[in-house]
């Protein structure tokens, strides 16, 4: 879907850029990220997957509320991300590769190896280090 539909079909929409909401989405991109480490640790590495992308759209939907962005469908993040922020294209295609694993592992219980857990909490930090560095 492209951002023009996104927002015709009201899954983006404009709000006030809101400097709160931002932090708090960072603060809870963290916690995440914190969670998908502990879980590492615990061997379960499907919830290792959902906390990492759980904190990937958090750290993005933190971006989009500084630009006064509302969300109402994680496809339409990665088209914002990809359409308006495009020095991090190669973020939001990570995004997006972990919101799809993340659909087939919550609804149909796909499984997740522990390399590919790493690699998420990897990828994770890169893409919230990414955001951070726009959020400044």
Known sequence: MTLRECFEKNLLKRI???P???AASLKLAAHYL???E???KLEFYDVVLLMSYASMLQAARALLFKDG???RS???VVAYLRETHPKIAKEAEILDHYRQNR???QYEGGQVSR???????KDCRLILDAIKRLLK
């Open 74 to 76: 994680h496809g339409c």
């Open 103 to 105: 659909h087939i592992i």
């Open 69 to 71: 962005v509302k969300e």
């Open 34 to 36: 914190q969670r998908a």
């Open 115 to 121: 390399e590919d857990a790493a690699t998420a909490i």
């Open 38 to 40: 502990g879980n590492l």
């Open 20 to 22: 709160e909401r931002s």
């Open 16 to 18: 006030p850029p809101d």
